[in-house]
């Protein structure tokens, strides 16, 4: 069974850092490729970033580019979201996904 479990968010200031984390069990993690997504209120969810198994390659949605890194570490099974810079507008419900299944989503609001 596939479960995905993100942890790490929070309130944090705009400008500010905050690191997300995804535990992973039940798919072959190390062999997956891996994405993070994000749904704010009254929009639909939208991809964050993605990392694949071919060298960790990585892609980033625009407005995330230069600000978030996605990575992972495979002897633990988790991969991660660091956050930089963080504006008001990256508030949402923070997702992982990876081997077919989904996180319960981790809420991180953006606000001084």
């Known amino acids: 069974q596939v479960q995905l479990v993100e942890s790490g968010g929070g309130l944090v200031q705009p400008g500010r850092s905050l690191r997300l984390s995804c535990v992973a069990s039940?798919?072959?993690?190390?062999?997956?490729?891996l994405s993070w997504y994000r749904q704010a209120p009254g929009k639909e969810r939208e991809l964050v970033a993605v990392?694949?198994?071919?060298?960790?390659?990585?892609y980033y949605a625009d407005s995330m580019k230069g600000r978030f890194t996605i990575s992972r570490d495979n002897a633990k099974n988790t991969m991660y979201l660091q956050m930089n810079s963080m504006k008001p507008e990256d508030t949402a419900v923070y997702y992982c996904?990876?081997?077919?299944?989904w996180g319960q989503g981790t809420q991180v609001t953006v606000s001084s």
């Open positions: 996904s990876g081997g077919n299944g």
């Open positions: 039940g798919f072959a993690f190390s062999t997956s490729g």
């Open positions: 990392i694949n198994t071919f060298v960790d390659a990585t």
